[in-house]
Every structure is written in structure tokens, then in C-alpha cells.
């Protein structure tokens, strides 16, 4: 009879709540306005155009006698950050082009209509074609002390203007924006007080219990579980529903059922680990968690083998195993399958009917569809 000796590893936690660099983006604005200023009369002409890259244009008009475009105004980017985290930086993107010499003017951020922070205008011309200009940076404030709430309000933006640079008095400049993105790089914990995750073997060896339990959670959306064989390479077996937003200790549990043919004779490590996600769709992972079976001796008795032609073949089963579903796939050297037919034994095995010839037959026994041995059966 094969014997068990079950390990299992435990993770307890006082706090599992890290603060992790998140970014939203880039997103796109979902207006865009030309707004007049003094010393200048030239608008921006179809400034909604600038909430798609398609080719299609704001385009500004700066005729002899002018020197500076009117804002061009992108606001409405939808910003969704939660209102804990802590903003770090902000990169704009801007798709812009000019066949004549232009340069930024002003290129700043803006709330409720009003400039905020430095401003950001490079001194390098336009380029002649269509391309992305970035300005600032993921540790970039852009001079302002911004806020979760002021970059989530659609009266958040970006405003920019341009300059001639050569005769401005002697010609109209007709430069274009495209398109204007905006990224924004925050600082964010995802609060889930973790107080401990086990991972727990069944006597029987092909079932393994996980469990967890929280303390507390906020924004809590859902966790993923996730299964390894080395440690390295994890794939998701199951989604649990979260808690959401809770002060009171929640329990969660899974059990998974084990491929033991993933297990060598000597035994086998199976290693778990949550992804919890926010209503954000932020993640953190959990520290891994594992669970150990060593396993010495014979498993599951098929005998006779060899067996004589038109006789039965019975398939024992370890006690630890018994009231288990019980199957078994007989094939031939070439792969095909082979009929056998057979009925529930007396000690929980089964008694096999092999439509075979004399050969050699490769089998597999499975335990509720997982296979646990493979062998090959003589008929003589």
C-alpha cells in the first residue's frame, strides 16, 4: 500500500498592504476647444479633431501680422485614480507637425479653465510631419501639486500655443495637431490585510486545500488563484469573488484537485499564490505558499500481469484511495484504445475485461479524470 507523509507549508501576515509606482494611460481627451487670447486672432480650426490619432486635424491659421496661435485646449480624459494614491508625474503626448518653422509657446497643464504649474514649451521646432512630442515624465509634477481628484475631474488637461520663429510679420504658418495623450504615474496601495494562506494536502494525496483569511479589505474586487510546479511558471486555476470593502475578517477557501501524475515516485511540490485585484484593476501578488507529499512504495495493484488471454484483470486500490471514481484507459503499442469493459470489485477496485490479443498494453489509471499511474499490462 503506498503511504503518505503530508507537508504543508503557511504564510501568516500581519499586514499585506504594499505601495506599489501604478499608471493610468495613455488616455485620450474627450474634447478639444480653441480658446481666445489677447494678441492673438488665430484660432484653432475643428479642435475636437485632436481626441483621435486618424489624420484628421486641428489645424490653426497665423496670418502675416501675427505672431501666436489661440489655445488649443484637450480636456475630458477620464482619469479614474483612486483618491488615496499619490500622484507621481504626468507625461503628455502630443502628434503635431508643421511644414514652416514653429515653436511651442506654451505647452501647460490645466484645471477648471486655469493654467497650473510650470510650463512646459520646448524650444525645438516643430517637426515637419506628423510625430509624437513627449513633455514631462513619470516623476514630472509639472511645477503643480496635483491630486487624485484634480486629474479625475474632466475639467482636467492640457493647453498649448505656438510661436513663429522666422518672419513672423511675412507669411501664414499653418501648423497641425493630430492627436494629444496624456499618462499619469501614481504611487497606490491596494489594502488587503492578509492574516495568513495555507495550503494544505488531503490524506488521499490528490486533493489540496487552500485557505486564507483577511483581516480587513478596501476596494477589494476579486483574487485570482494561481498554481505553479516549480515555482517559476504559474498558471490561474480559479477566481474568488472578494469582499470588497470590509472591517470584519473574511475566510476564503479552494480546493484543488491535484494531477498526481505530475508527481514523481519520490514525491512532489505544488506551489500557490494570489493576485488580488482592486476595482481599478491594480494587482499585487501574494507571497508563495506550498504544499509537500512524499510518497514510498507501491500504489495501485493490477493483477495478474501477466494474464492469461479472456481473463480478468483486477485493479486494487489503496485504502487512503477508496470511494474514489475509479478508471482506467487500456491502448495498444500504436496508440489505439482498447475496449475494457469491467464492474466495481468488493474492495472498492475494479475487475477489468481486457478485449485484447496477446501483446503488450500501455495504461493509465485516473481518480476523478486525473491521471495517478501508468503502466503497461502483458497478455499471454
Request: charge should be negative; include cysteine; proline fraction near 7%.
Amino acid at each position: 500500500m503506498k503511504r503518505s507523509l503530508i507537508l504543508f507549508t503557511s504564510l501568516t501576515f500581519a499586514v499585506w498592504s504594499y505601495c506599489f509606482a501604478l499608471s493610468q494611460g495613455p488616455l485620450s481627451p474627450s474634447s478639444g476647444v480653441s480658446v481666445p487670447r489677447a494678441g492673438s486672432n488665430a484660432p484653432w480650426m475643428t479642435p475636437g479633431n485632436v481626441t483621435v490619432s486618424d489624420n484628421a486635424y486641428a489645424e490653426c491659421s497665423v496670418d502675416p501680422g501675427t505672431n501666436v496661435s489661440e489655445y488649443l485646449e484637450a480636456t475630458g480624459f477620464g482619469f479614474s485614480i483612486s483618491g488615496t494614491a499619490t500622484i507621481d508625474g504626468i507625461t503628455v503626448e502630443i502628434e503635431k507637425g508643421s511644414l514652416l518653422s514653429v515653436t511651442d509657446e506654451i505647452v501647460t497643464l490645466i484645471s477648471s479653465g486655469s493654467n497650473i504649474g510650470t510650463n512646459h514649451a520646448l524650444a525645438s521646432t516643430w517637426p515637419t510631419s506628423f510625430t509624437y512630442v513627449s513633455y514631462g515624465g513619470c516623476s514630472d509634477l509639472w511645477g503643480a501639486t496635483l491630486t487624485p481628484a484634480i486629474v479625475n475631474s474632466p475639467t482636467f488637461g492640457i493647453r498649448l500655443a505656438y510661436t513663429k520663429t522666422i518672419c513672423p510679420a511675412c507669411v501664414s504658418y499653418n501648423p497641425d495637431v493630430d492627436h494629444i495623450r496624456i499618462t499619469i504615474c501614481y504611487s497606490a496601495s491596494l489594502p488587503v490585510e492578509l492574516l495568513d494562506f495555507k495550503a494544505t494536502a488531503e490524506p488521499s494525496g490528490n486533493r489540496i486545500n487552500i485557505t486564507w483569511n483577511t483581516a480587513s479589505e478596501t476596494n477589494s474586487d476579486y483574487f485570482l488563484l494561481e498554481k505553479s510546479y516549480d515555482g517559476a511558471l504559474f498558471e490561474t486555476i480559479a477566481e474568488i469573488k472578494a469582499e470588497g470593502n470590509s472591517t470584519a475578517g473574511q475566510h476564503y477557501s479552494f480546493t484543488d484537485i491535484y494531477p498526481l501524475s505530475r508527481w514523481r515516485e519520490e514525491g512532489g511540490e505544488v506551489c500557490y499564490r494570489l493576485r488580488q485585484f482592486d476595482y481599478n484593476g491594480n494587482f499585487i501578488l501574494s507571497p508563495v505558499t506550498m504544499a509537500k507529499v512524499h510518497i514510498a512504495g507501491s500504489g495501485f495493484c493490477v493483477f495478474p500481469n501477466p494474464v492469461p488471454l479472456n481473463n480478468p484483470v483486477i485493479i486494487q486500490l489503496p485504502e487512503n484511495f477508496r470511494g474514489e471514481k475509479l478508471s482506467v484507459v487500456l491502448h495498444d503499442l500504436s496508440g489505439r484504445k482498447i475496449p475494457c469493459p469491467g464492474m466495481p470489485a468488493s474492495h472498492g477496485g475494479l475487475i477489468l475485461y481486457p478485449a485484447a490479443e496477446p501483446g503488450i498494453y500501455p495504461y493509465i489509471i485516473t481518480i476523478d479524470g486525473y491521471p495517478v499511474q501508468e503502466g503497461k499490462l502483458m497478455v499471454k
